[in-house]
């Protein structure tokens, strides 16, 4: 909550770089461990789960980083301009996820029937799974990145005390984020379901390999496929 209302304030400055450093890495290790673990070679080692923190974190902060500095040269509307600190954590989290959960792109994650059973691996359904995962993370914290801004601008506008004293913003920030997360996190788990579904045809349409996964371990095979997307 603290991590993530730092990054919304003050734009482009070293401050502004390192918390986005900080914010990324903490995504890192709840994308980790939020992560589909259902995969055909689910073991990881030490070494190999802190390269990929280390690989996701340096991305996505390079990323955020980057995509924060372009758009402060090219906007110039103060509207426009509160849209900058979502933009940069969509574009952190657009590399974030994919590279913390890259095993299952790789490898695949367990698909199953409307009975819960295993049928196979699908490496198409942990695309799907990761691109609802991005848009859930946005929904999540786009709102209270885009209204603490207004609001932190709205009140230094109005309000001498509070433009004086800097040191305010930074609980202001951090606790309004909050509220609004208690609202949103609900909203934001309830766009699509844990176990998401697929129909067969499209799955035969892009993963040929899971398809005859299925037709081999199935006698009747099913009309919809169901996976796990994570978190």
Not at 49 to 75: D, H, Q
Request: charged fraction near 15%; charge should be positive; aromatic fraction near 12%.
């Amino acid at each position: 909550m603290s991590m993530s209302g730092s990054t919304v304030g003050e734009l482009n400055n070293s401050t502004s770089y390192i918390f986005h450093g900080i914010n990324q890495s903490y995504d890192a290790l709840v994308n980790f461990n939020n992560r589909n673990g259902d995969t055909q070679i689910s073991q990881i080692s030490r070494t190999g789960i802190g390269l990929t923190m280390l690989v996701a974190t340096t991305s996505s902060t390079i990323t955020a980083a980057y995509v924060e500095k372009f758009l402060l040269r090219k906007i110039c509307h103060p509207l426009l301009y509160r849209f900058v600190p979502m933009s940069t954590f969509l574009a952190g989290s657009i590399v974030n996820v994919p590279i913390v959960r890259h095993k299952e792109i790789i490898e695949g994650v367990g698909i199953y029937d409307c009975n819960n059973n295993k049928i196979g691996y699908s490496k198409f359904v942990a695309v799907i799974g990761i691109g609802k995962t991005i848009i859930t993370r946005v929904i999540l914290f786009g709102p209270g990145v885009v209204l603490i801004q207004y609001l932190e601008d709205v009140l230094d506008n109005q309000i001498c005390w509070f433009r004086k004293n800097r040191w305010a913003h930074f609980p202001f920030k951090s606790i309004g984020y909050g509220v609004l997360l208690i609202g949103m996190l609900p909203t934001s788990c309830a766009i699509f379901p844990q176990f998401s579904s697929v129909k067969l045809n499209t799955l035969k349409q892009y993963d040929d390999e899971a398809y005859s996964q299925i037709t081999k371990n199935c006698s009747q095979i099913p009309d919809t496929i169901y996976f796990n997307k994570g978190i």
